[in-house]
């Protein structure tokens, strides 16, 4: 779909919201693709329709689009939630302290440097105040998410944060605190799911936890 039909899908979704609908049931005519397969297969090209990306109510509010970044080979790919105030502010994947955090695992836990790895989150823009993305939020956005995974092929996915390993696996029941360090199958991958930086910022006693998840995730590079 090129943008300007996506424009013109856009604004006729808009008047029927307008009118009071809330909510469609998907159409699949006979014959046609899965939507992901009709997103642009190149990471660059991807990148490119994402950043004018205005399928849900989040590119009101944002300030940049955070796609992603990293090596588009890497073995490990980390997926958090979605972009807070500083990475809105620079367009850029955790930066700011959760970023901080997250580098530091990287880092000095992982022995790896952060450019080896691929980050990427469930939702690229901002939810206004951080709070948590809608599942229409997720279900517009997540298409562009499963297509960097299928390019990046990674052979291990950390979930950073019960957001994060919820919409992976749709095991919404599911608390993060039983979950982590898990070793369980996403696709062609093996995903391992363990707290959010943010988390950690918040319960620094949970850093040891994080700390034996990652020295699995290195058992398995
Ligand atoms: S969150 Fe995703 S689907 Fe929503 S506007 Fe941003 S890029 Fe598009």
């Given at each position: 779909?090129t943008?300007?039909?996506?424009?013109?899908l856009?604004?006729?979704l808009?008047?029927?919201?307008a009118m009071?609908?809330e909510?469609?049931?998907?159409?699949k005519?006979?014959?046609?693709?899965?939507?992901?397969?009709?997103l642009?297969?190149?990471?660059?090209?991807l990148?490119?329709?994402v950043?004018?990306?205005?399928?849900?109510?989040?590119?009101?509010?944002r300030?940049?689009?955070v796609?992603?970044?990293?090596?588009?080979?890497?073995?490990?790919?980390?997926?958090?939630?979605?972009?807070g105030?500083?990475?809105d502010e620079?367009?850029?994947?955790?930066?700011g302290r959760?970023?901080?955090?997250?580098?530091n695992?990287?880092e000095?836990?992982?022995r790896l440097?952060?450019?080896?790895?691929y980050?990427?989150n469930?939702v690229?823009?901002?939810?206004?105040?951080?709070?948590?993305?809608?599942?229409?939020?997720?279900?517009?956005?997540?298409?562009?998410?499963?297509?960097?995974v299928?390019?990046v092929?990674p052979?291990?996915i950390v979930?950073l944060g019960s957001?994060?390993?919820h919409?992976?696996?749709?095991?919404?029941?599911?608390?993060?605190?039983?979950?982590r360090g898990?070793?369980?199958?996403?696709?062609?991958?093996?995903?391992?799911p363990t707290?959010?930086?943010?988390?950690?910022?918040r319960?620094p006693?949970?850093?040891?936890?994080?700390?034996?998840?990652?020295?699995?995730?290195?058992s398995?590079?």
């Open positions: 779909m943008q300007i039909e996506k424009a013109r856009l604004k006729i808009y008047q029927y919201r009071g609908f909510y469609f049931k998907e159409y005519p006979v014959g046609s693709k899965d939507t992901s397969s009709m642009p297969k190149e990471i660059g090209q990148k490119e329709s950043m004018s990306c205005h399928l849900c109510n989040l590119s009101k509010t300030k940049n689009v796609f992603g970044e990293g090596d588009e080979n890497a073995k490990l790919m980390f997926i958090g939630e979605a972009p105030a500083s990475e620079d367009g850029k994947v955790f930066v959760s970023g901080t955090v997250l580098t695992i990287i000095n836990v992982l440097k952060r450019e080896d790895v980050i990427a469930i690229k823009c901002r939810p206004p105040g951080n709070r948590v993305p809608t599942m229409e939020e997720v279900s517009a956005c997540k298409p562009y998410l499963m297509q960097q299928e390019k092929n052979s291990i979930a957001t994060s390993f919409h992976l696996t749709g095991e919404y029941e599911t608390e993060i605190s039983k979950i898990e070793v369980l199958e996403l696709g062609n991958a093996k995903l391992i707290y959010h930086p943010n988390f950690l910022l319960n006693s949970s850093k040891k936890e994080v700390f034996q998840d990652m020295l699995k995730v290195k398995l590079l």
